[in-house]
């Protein structure tokens, strides 16, 4: 408790000590359930004067529920966000909860329970997931991992595996893969546990409790894929409080435009772009559409950077930036086809370890919108008003520029040279490249 109560102390300073005029806080199973809980928070509100909102069950459910919906874009799946009190569990369809419980299956509260007993865990683990009747209907589905316990297992596994990616939200296994390191998890003698050097200390002798509740919850739900979130009961918090017309925006159209707004030169210029391209773009779904969109509005923000590093730290910023709404093949996409727009290659060595993360073909179609982009930059500088001057044209299965007359557009042999490389990229005849009159 005091351990606590100088956590809570030292929070609220650093909140006033940073002009914060609204500071809420809530509490999960951990206090709900504690005996001295009441104290706690009693205690916590005569040092910080502000009250604490215990969460009940069906509360910390949705709340992770939403915080996934947000934070990955998605509409199908079960949530499973583990803590220390704590297993909720949430059936995501068409974009609509449909179910949702709070099961006593924490991993300190089992651990204690049971005395670190794994055969007497997987006895109460397994009775209380039987009596579920509806995980079994979502089969099929995505397994969505949340909460410490969760995320401590993915790094174990991005590490093991030699993932190209070091990030862990929206990390996708396959469902035999996730299982096969729980099993090695769960067998593990507690020697090996301690010396787990990619798990924070901590956690180390929980990990084989953290792979048996994958396992029975996998097990149940017929998963197709496991993919890890990093965003839970907090998140999904916040997601609560935001007027309704942020809610309804999509996280990833709204971090590049905020990222652009930064960095670019000319603002709102992802549908212009977009546009221009459109010849050479092939029908998209919505979802590829807007990372079209997302590339679009990112294609400008390293025009303040060195001529000789503008690709590769463009890259690292897009590889690396904190967006949500995507998973790791999307931001690969992005990340890929901004490095191409800056003039890098796909052969290089320094966006080889990403290549494992696309198909051919989508790594064709980062190649055809980079380098449409950087046509579009060599033409316009990124002016719009110059790039409505000019347009591309297929026609009789070759495609054609056509740039403005008066000499309002270069016609030099860098433009020619990136003209050709969008015709490689799309597969298509080159034509000519022709003025108005």
């Known amino acids: 408790m005091d351990r606590a109560l100088a956590a809570i102390m030292r929070f609220s300073q650093l909140a006033v000590s940073n002009g914060v005029d609204r500071l809420e806080a809530f509490a999960t199973s951990a206090v709900r359930d504690a005996t001295n809980g009441g104290e706690l928070l009693t205690a916590i509100h005569s040092m910080t004067g502000c009250p604490i909102k215990v969460l009940d069950g069906q509360e910390e459910a949705l709340l992770s529920a939403q ?47 049971m005395s670190g007993d794994m055969a007497k865990m997987k006895k109460e683990i397994c009775a209380t997931l039987d009596e579920i009747d509806w995980l079994g209907k979502y089969a099929g589905k995505t397994l969505f991992p949340i909460g410490g316990a969760w995320r401590a297992f993915a790094r174990l596994k991005i590490k093991e595996s030699g993932y190209p990616l070091d990030i862990i939200h929206g ?21 090996s546990l301690a010396d787990l050097e990619n798990v924070v200390r901590q956690r180390r002798m929980s990990m084989p409790l953290t792979g048996l509740l994958l396992n029975e919850l ?14 839970g009961v907090r998140e999904g918090y916040v997601y609560g409080h935001m007027p309704r017309d942020q809610i309804a925006d999509d996280p990833l159209a709204a971090a590049t435009s905020a990222f652009a707004e930064r960095e670019s030169r000319f603002n709102k210029t992802d549908e212009a772009l977009l546009q221009w391209l459109s010849p050479v773009l092939s029908v998209e779904n919505r979802r590829r559409r807007r990372l079209q969109l997302a590339v679009c509005a990112l294609s400008d923000i390293a025009w303040r950077d060195h001529p000789d590093y503008r690709a590769s730290f463009a890259f690292d910023r897009t590889i690396e930036y904190p967006f949500f709404g995507i998973d790791h093949m999307e931001r690969a996409f992005i990340a890929l086809t901004i490095y191409l727009r800056y003039g890098g290659k796909p052969s290089d060595k320094r966006v080889s370890h990403i290549g494992s993360l696309l198909s051919k073909r989508a790594i064709r179609r980062a190649e055809t919108l980079g380098f449409g982009l950087r046509l579009a930059y060599r033409i316009s500088g990124g002016n719009p008003g110059l790039l409505e001057q000019s347009r591309l044209e297929i026609k009789d299965d070759q495609l054609s520029l056509i740039l403005p007359g008066g000499g309002a557009a270069p016609m030099h042999a860098r433009v020619a040279r990136s003209f050709e490389r969008l015709c490689q990229a799309r597969k298509i005849k080159m034509g000519p490249i022709t003025e108005t009159k």
């Not at 609509?96 to 329970?113: F, H, N, W």
């Not at 996708?172 to 507690?190: F, G, H, Q, R, Y």
């Not at 996998?218 to 965003?231: E, G, H, I, L």
Request: negative net charge; charged residues 20%; aromatic residues 2%.
């Open 218 to 231: 996998t097990d149940r739900t017929k998963p197709a894929t496991v993919t890890f979130s990093a965003v």
């Open 67 to 113: 915080a996934l919906q947000h934070g990955l874009h998605v509409e199908d799946g079960i949530i499973a966000d583990l803590g220390g009190g704590s297993l909720e569990l949430a059936a995501l369809h068409h974009g609509e909860v449909k179910q949702m419980i709070s099961l006593p299956l924490g991993t300190m509260r089992l651990q204690a329970k």
């Open 171 to 191: 990390y996708t296994v396959p469902v035999d893969s996730a299982v096969e390191t729980a099993t090695l998890l769960m067998e593990l003698p507690k020697k």
